[in-house]
């Protein structure tokens, strides 16, 4: 009897391709899984099989077309998410036809599945007037470890899984500063220079005690943060934020809005696409083609204004403001 090939290629596809070969993260690692995860709870909820029954000719066009379905009406799936299963499946077809030449044809037919067209991403992003109030709730209500978390989060625009790996050895205070962002997409490093102001936090920040520790961010019980601490955080805080400014923070808001955030403001005072790239790490300036669109109150300003350059100026000194304020000011 033949053995079947599906569970043992879809093994080395996770175990052995993505990590190794192709130097995937584990988090998108994490979601091909999930992808194929669903698609055996699909294959036994409509087709009667279980993971090890599953074999390369159970599975084609129409089958995977059922499971896409399956997902946006019983799961209730976006088409972002729906395209994302997609895109796991197609990657581990490519894969195995590499491995399986005599499965060409179902390998193609799968691989030439169209991702669905949905409505245009929406990014959530804060408003330079509600950083600022964000910067001085924290402040002013909480501990400085948060302060120095949200002030790296928006002026480096760094990842949660990049801000949760940032170890004290990647920090440089020193003439010109920088913090050194490892565990980008596909496993990519950076450096991104940082401000004098922020360098004067994080060199309070750190003090002899936290010089000592090995991670930037560790939780009171000296364990590095996880994804799950600081989404937690993120969202108590803008919770918080929203009883305090109910005319305000009317987004759908998480840890990754820092990020989108920075970058739009960027943008939208004028700072080239291909410098944002370049600063956010990404590989391709269509990820980066997001931000391309000034938000309403930047067009209503330009409007007004009619060709008048729309510019942030400083309205404060150092002599006038603290650390935090110079902060606020040069980088809002």
Not at 64 to 70: A, E, G, M, R
Not at 81 to 94: E, G, V
Not at 196 to 203: G, R
Not at 248 to 265: E, I, L, Q, W
Request: proline share 4%; net charge positive; with cysteine.
């Amino acid at each position: 009897m033949k053995s079947n090939r599906f569970p043992l290629r879809l093994q080395e596809f996770l175990g052995e391709y993505l990590p190794v070969d192709k130097n995937y993260s584990a988090s998108t690692i994490s979601s091909y899984s999930c992808a194929f995860l669903l698609f055996y709870r699909f294959m036994e909820e409509h087709y009667g099989k279980k993971p090890n029954m599953i074999r390369f000719e159970d599975v084609n066009v129409e089958v995977i077309t059922k499971y896409l379905q399956w997902l946006e009406v019983e799961r209730g799936s976006s088409v972002l998410t729906r395209n994302q299963r997609l895109a796991a499946i197609k990657s581990f077809y490519k894969y195995a036809i590499r491995k399986e030449p005599d499965l060409s044809a179902t390998c193609t037919a799968i691989m030439s599945i169209e991702n669905k067209k949905g409505s245009p991403k929406i990014i959530s992003y804060f408003t330079e007037k509600e950083i600022k109030l964000i910067i001085d709730y924290v402040h002013k209500n909480m501990d400085e470890k948060y302060l120095v978390i949200i002030a790296v989060l928006y002026e480096t625009a760094v990842r949660v899984s990049e801000l949760i790996n940032i170890q004290v050895s990647d920090v440089c205070l020193r003439e010109k500063p920088n913090i050194i962002i490892r565990n980008g997409k596909g496993g990519k490093a950076r450096m991104v220079p940082i401000s004098s102001e922020l360098s004067i936090i994080l060199k309070k920040y750190l003090t002899t005690e936290r010089s000592n520790q090995k991670y930037l961010f560790m939780t009171k019980f000296g364990h590095p943060y996880s994804r799950h601490g600081i989404y937690d955080f993120v969202n108590r805080l803008v919770d918080k934020l929203k009883e305090q400014y109910p005319e305000m923070f009317k987004g759908d808001y998480h840890p990754h809005s820092f990020r989108h955030s920075k970058a739009t403001h960027l943008y939208n005072n004028g700072t080239p696409l291909l410098s944002i790239k370049s600063f956010l790490g990404h590989s391709s300036i269509t990820a980066t083609e997001i931000y391309a669109t000034p938000d309403s109150t930047v067009i209503r300003k330009q409007i007004e204004a009619g060709s008048k350059k729309i510019e942030v100026k400083p309205k404060h000194s150092k002599k006038e403001q603290n650390d935090i304020l110079n902060w606020l000011k040069n980088h809002c």
